[in-house]
C-alpha cells in the first residue's frame, strides 16, 4: 500500500474529476489524504479517502465563483499566490509528518507543487483544462486583448505576492520550467483525449490523455439529487435540450428568462439545471415544456439529451461529448471560449460569442441555435465521432493504473 497526498482546489469542476480516482485508488488498497476547504468534506469523504481541511484563507469557491463572474482570470492568479503564502509552510508541515509515497496536486494548487519540489518528492498533477500554451487558441486577439487590460489593475498584487514568496523561499520557489499556472508534476493527468486536444508544445511525454473522469456515485451529496427524485418519466417523446451554466455562472435570472420567452412555444422538452445560488421563485412563470430545479443529475439527463446549452466549461464539454451530444456553447470567460473554440474546431457544436463579447446573449440567437443543432445531422454525427475518442480512454480507472504505474516504476 502506498500513501498518496493530494491537494486541491476550492472548485467544483476541479474536484469533480478527481473523486473517482480517489474512490477507485482507494478501493485498490492505496491510502490517500486529501486537502481542501471544510466545504468539500462530505463529497471527498464518501470516496474513501482521508479528507484534511486547509487553514482559513480566501479560498473559496465563493471567492473564485465571484473573480470569474469579472471575467478576470488574472484574479485567479493573484487569488493563489496570496493563499500560497499561508498554505505553503502548512503543506510544508504536512508533508514532512506524512512522508508520503507520491503527492498529487490539482494544476492550480501551487503550493502543492512547490512544497513537494522543495522536498524533492515524486509528483502528479491532475490537469482538468484544455493546456492553451503554444496552441492557435492563445494566439493575439481582441478578446485576448481584452483579457490583458482587464488584468491590469491586478498585475501589481500579482508581482508583490510572487515577490514576497521568493523573499521567503528563495530563487527557487517557483519552476523554471513552466509557466507560474498550470503546475505540471512529474506524472499529469489530463480529462480529454489526445484526438480532441490541439497540439501543444507544452504537452510531453508525462502527459497522460485519461479522457473525462465520469462516476455518477461520486456526484451525489444530496440524496434528494438522486436519480429517482428527477422526473424522467415525465420527459416526453420529443427531443430534451439541456440547458446548465456550470456551477459558477449560475446566478443569471436574466438568460435564464430569455431562455423561457425563446423556447416556451418550442416542440422540445426543456430541462434547466439553475444552480443552488438561484432564486428560483424570482424567475417568474415558468413555461410547461420546462423542468427547472437548483440542481439535476447531470449525467443521466444528457444520456437523454438531444442538445445541451452550456457555458463551455472543461468538465460539461467533456461530459456533453461523452454521450454524443452536440453542443450551444455559451462562454463566460477566456478559458471557456477557447475550449469552445476547440468543440467548434470538431464540428460537435455552435458558439455564441455575446456573452463573453458584450455580457449578454441576444434572445434572437438562442432559437435559431437549437433549430441548427436538433436539424443538422452533422453536428450529431461531429459529436459522435469525438465520443468515439473520448470513450476509447479510460477515464478515472486508466488515471488509477497511471498512478500505480508511477508509483512502481521507481
Known sequence: MSKIVYFSVAAHGHVNPVQPILQELVQRGEQVIFYNTEEFRSSIEQTGATFRAYPTTELTSAAISRILHNGNLAGITVL???????????????????????????????WGEMASRRLTLRTAATIPHFILEGTPAARPSLYLLGHILRALPVLPGLISARARLTRQYGATAFSPASSLLPVRGGLNLIFTSRELHPPSPFI?????????????????????????????????????????????????????????????????????????????????????????????????????????????????IHEGLYYGVPLILIPHQLEQLFGSQIVVASGAGLLIEDQVARGRVPIAKLRPAVDAILSEPRYRAAAQEVQKSLQATGGFRQAADEIQAYLTAG
Do not use: W
Request: hydrophobic share 45%.
Open 204 to 316: 510531453d511525454q508525462t502527459f497522460r490523455f485519461v479522457g473525462p473522469s465520469l462516476n455518477p456515485q461520486t456526484r451525489v451529496e444530496d440524496p434528494l439529487q438522486r436519480e429517482e427524485a428527477f422526473p424522467f418519466d415525465a420527459l416526453g417523446p420529443g427531443p430534451v435540450v439541456y440547458i446548465s451554466m456550470g456551477t459558477v455562472h449560475t446566478t443569471h435570472l436574466d438568460f435564464y428568462r430569455e431562455c423561457f420567452q425563446a423556447f416556451a412555444d418550442y416542440p422540445a422538452q426543456f430541462i434547466l439545471s439553475a444552480g443552488k445560488q438561484a432564486n428560483l421563485d424570482a424567475l417568474g412563470a415558468i413555461p410547461s415544456n420546462f423542468i427547472v430545479r437548483p440542481s439535476v443529475p447531470q449525467l443521466d439527463v444528457l444520456q437523454r439529451a438531444a442538445a445541451f446549452i452550456t457555458h463551455g466549461g472543461m468538465n460539461s
Open 80 to 110: 493563489l499566490l496570496r493563499v500560497t503564502e499561508t498554505l505553503l509552510p502548512f503543506a510544508l508541515d504536512e508533508l514532512a509528518r506524512e512522508q508520503p509515497d507520491l503527492v498529487m496536486f490539482d494544476a492550480l494548487a501551487l
